[in-house]
């Protein structure tokens, strides 16, 4: 059974930081693009950075380019997502995606607030 559960959410002030890890299972992990959303209250769910199946390809959103950091395991299975500096602005729920082929996986999302 596919599984990807993400962790580390919570709520932190502007200029802060999170990580977020997201365990995956159930599938053969290291053959996957991983990648983060988000979906802030009212809008459309948006790429937040993506990381190829071993590592070398990033790619980031221009609103996050500079503070977020995505990377991966592949021995444990895990993507992570760095979050520096954080602004109101990145308050929404953040989802874990996992994408080969035709073949793709969610996670159930969870929530990041940045408020003082």
């Known amino acids: 059974q596919v599984q990807l559960v993400e962790s580390g959410g919570g709520l932190v002030q502007p200029g802060g930081s999170l990580r977020l890890s997201c365990a995956a299972s159930?599938?053969?992990?290291?053959?996957?693009?991983m990648s983060w959303y988000r979906q802030a209250p009212g809008k459309e769910r948006e790429l937040v950075a993506s990381?190829?199946?071993?590592?070398?390809?990033?790619n980031y959103a221009d609103s996050v380019k500079g503070r977020f950091t995505i990377s991966r395991d592949n021995a444990k299975n895990t993507v992570s997502l760095q979050m520096n500096s954080l602004k109101p602005e990145d308050t929404a729920v953040y989802y874990c995606?996992?994408?080969?082929?035709?073949?793709?996986?969610w996670g159930q999302g969870i929530q990041v607030t940045v408020s003082s």
């Open positions: 995606k996992a994408r080969r082929d035709r073949s793709e996986y």
């Open positions: 159930g599938f053969t992990f290291s053959n996957y693009v």
């Open positions: 990381i190829s199946s071993i590592g070398v390809f990033t």
